[in-house]
Nanobody, 127 residues
Framework: QVQLVESGGGLVQAGDSLNLSCVVSGGTFSTYAMGWFRQTPGKEREFIAG????????HYADSVKGRFTVSRDNAKTTVYLRMNSLKPEDTAVYYC????????????????????WGQGTQVTVSS
């Protein structure tokens, strides 16, 4: 069984940085494309960033492009999200997700393409 555990969330001030981590256990991490999503109450889960199983292809939502960086370490079966210049509108629960895929460079933006999800970690940015 595949399990994903996020960590690194917290309460920060606008302009600060945070590093989120997502450790994946079970399965074969190198066969997973990984995604980061976020959700606020009453809204749908939103794609933030994703990285292909090869690590060579990354995608970002326009709202975070230039501020967030996604990376992965296959040896540690971990995906990271570096968040810089945080804004109050970045406040949300952040989730990582895995997608088992044959394709080395694919990055999906749609939640239902992903197979497993973490429990989420709260990020709160005060103004």
């Amino acid at each position: 069984q595949v399990q994903l555990v996020e960590s690194g969330g917290g309460l920060v001030q606008a302009g600060d940085s945070l590093n989120l981590s997502c450790v994946v256990s079970g399965g074969t991490f190198s066969t997973y494309a990984m995604g980061w999503f976020r959700q606020t109450p009453g809204k749908e889960r939103e794609f933030i960033a994703g990285i292909s199983r090869s690590g060579t292809n990354t995608h970002y939502a326009d709202s975070v492009k230039g501020r967030f960086t996604v990376s992965r370490d296959n040896a540690k079966t971990t995906v990271y999200l570096r968040m810089n210049s945080l804004k109050p509108e970045d406040t949300a629960v952040y989730y990582c997700a895995s997608e088992s895929t044959y394709y080395l460079t694919i990055v999906d933006h749609v939640p239902h393409e992903y197979d497993y999800w973490g429990q989420g970690t709260q990020v709160t940015v005060s103004s």
